[in-house]
């Protein structure tokens, strides 16, 4: 009681400076009229109105969704793809925290929130999808509980998940807002939420393939497995990390101004690492995919046009990125890195297409080909993910150093030994040179 | 112990034991409520398709085109707007009408499938759809078999429709309204016990007339809605290769392994978390 009625004009004062600070923040901090903003602001706003016109008349105004095909790429796309390329959360957070990995540490801010925004965009997205989405709030307040469903199971981990990527990510935003008793509390967090991450990303990485099981006979028997979830699942391992790859490329580029120190030193380490596992994890990934195959005796199909698109898949986009990979590291070539990044994502995004549209009711003559509007609003969830991320990056310590006060003993321990090494590189560098002139 | 005592004994045991004895009943009155289904004798059906318009009068549903069926050949799915339709099969010289709507099924997919329960497989047999519930995820058209549930693309609101056996009817004493309104008797209505004993004595008693198969006793573990027909069932576009596993079971092995995880998972990180410590300034968290 004593310190409440002490604080309460600190906690007005502060709340003032906070208002204050938010305000300040969201106010742009490049330039505004980019190409990329108003290509972004062009898609944004048909797409908003595209989804208005679904809300207000149902999903046939903007979807060729059908009685035949009742998930398009909205489903097949944005949920179960996104999904696996935000893999990477789980995978970083399991070598960071779990094994101790701690060369991987500097990267791990980036891809957590890289997690967490693409759950909540594209799993959002499934709200545009759903028919009457005012009743999602029911499988979560308990008044019909469908235990018995694959997606339940995978409505409540999506749900879960996000609050634990939240909590993962969160010492970020309480460094951003400049509360130091608030961080270290979410920081003491961070391990019990990585946990539950992993746990609920194993079952619902999985989960998303298990949504298929009862679709037998109609997903395409060189799809239809009933080893679909552990597919799904070691799938999800390179196709995060692929993406971690891409991402840390991409943003290497784009926010060079905000890389820490420590970032900019490992980040080739980083990639050479990552790339090693990728290798790893498609081979295993390729492995099981050939034992499914002969377990499924599925021969006789490989001779037919849905024969030859199955082999595209696996040889295109599984053993070409392995090699590029093997050879990338092996190398040290980092174009083929890239590429083979590039290469395991389409992998994964033909794979779960094949999987829930394309090879879905192969038999029937009809077909789904998405409409523009369904692909803009697509677009329009990827463009809007993109700007509330460079938001972020743009403001909190994502990317940049972390406040000194935050910083924990081992962490500075890890920053200064990186930065001493690079001095004595230097100052080495240096004397050679005096040496040399002399 | 006298006569006097023992009777009062008796009288005690015995009063004990009524209440226990009659709750003992109830529970296996409970226990003998069957599913209720309907037999469809395709050999009996004319194409009047009278089913089909008083289904849509009694559900509300506008309506139905009666010529379309002559356009086709083969199977006519059902609509939003057409729970149950009439498919004609020309199969050799002669003319074959079949009923296609929800199968009802004993364990069915889509009710498995609904992660709010608003399908819901009826302890009297009908499954059903309850809109206060449902949110619209079409998972259970995914999942259907036989392609049953539709959705209205084109509504804000949109319901997922198909046959519910007329449930509310059943649950005032009555029979759906395609079975009453049948002027051939083709449909006949009862629990699927007796319905499977009726299919099979008239395949003894007219041996020539029946292909010697009942579609739906086995097909994916049982069906509600139970077919006699003259030619073998696939010629009249009926699913033969769905097997016999109901299909719940496929998810089953799934569903089962996610306790395991949950609970063995979080122990074996946190162990190999303790494992990998180097020494005690690691120990802090914090990204």
Known sequence: MEIATKEKPILAQEGKRFFKFILSEFKPKGKLITPFNIFAAIVISVGVVLIAIRFLTGLSSVTNLSQEFPWGIWIGFDVITGVAFAGGAYVLTFMVYILRLEKYHPIIRITVLNGFLAYVFYAGALLLDLGRPWHVINPVIGNSFGVSSVMFLVAWHFMLYMMAEFIEFSPAVAEWLGWKRIRKVLAGMTLGAVILGITLSTLHQSGLGALFLMAKGKIHPLWYSEFIPILFFVSSIFAGLSMVILEGSISHKLFHKRLSREIRHSHNDILMGLSKICAGALFVYFFLKVLVFIHEHSWTYLNTPWGYWFLLEVAGFVIIPLRLYMLGYRNKNFTLIKVAAVLALIGIILNRLNTSVIAYNWQNFGSYVPTWMELEITLTVILVEIIVLRWIVNRMPILSESPAWALSGNVRDRVQKIFLVKEKANKEEKEQWKVSTM | ?287
Request: aromatic share 10%; hydrophobic share 35%; glycine share 6%.
């Open chain 2, 1 to 287: 112990m006298d006569r006097r005592n023992f009777i009062k004994t008796i009288g005690v045991v015995g009063a004990s034991v009524l209440p226990a004895r009659s709750l003992r009943s109830e529970e296996i009155a409970n226990e003998a409520v069957e599913f209720k289904g309907i037999l469809v004798d395709t050999t009996r059906c004319a194409g009047c398709q009278n089913c089909s318009v008083v289904c849509a009068e009694s559900h509300e549903l506008p309506e139905p085109d009666l010529d379309e069926m002559f356009e086709i050949n083969g199977n006519r799915p059902t609509t939003p707007d057409q729970w149950t339709t009439i498919s004609r099969f020309e199969v050799g010289d002669e003319e074959i009408y079949v009923k296609k709507q929800c199968m009802h099924c004993n364990q069915p997919a889509c009710a498995t499938a609904c992660p709010t329960k608003a399908l819901l497989k009826t302890e009297e047999g009908p499954v059903i759809w309850r809109g206060d519930k449902c949110m619209g995820c079409r998972f259970c058209m995914i999942s259907c078999p036989y392609d049953i549930p539709k959705f209205e693309y084109d509504s804000p609101n949109p319901r997922i429709m198909k046959c519910v056996m007329c449930w509310e009817k059943l649950n005032e004493g009555e029979i759906p309204e395609c079975v009453a309104n049948c002027p051939e008797e083709a449909i006949v209505f009862g629990t699927r016990r007796e319905l499977i004993d009726q299919a099979k004595s008239r395949i003894y008693t007219e041996p020539d007339r029946y292909v010697h198969e009942i579609y739906g006793e086995h097909e994916v573990g049982g069906t509600g809605y139970l077919y006699l027909a003259g030619v073998p069932f696939d010629q009249l576009g009926f699913k033969n290769d769905l097997g016999n596993v109901a299909y719940p079971e496929y998810t089953k092995t799934f569903l089962y392994s996610v306790p395991f995880v949950i609970t063995l998972w979080p122990a074996f990180l946190l162990a190999l978390h303790n494992a990998t410590k180097k020494d005690e300034k690691d120990v802090e968290g914090g990204m």
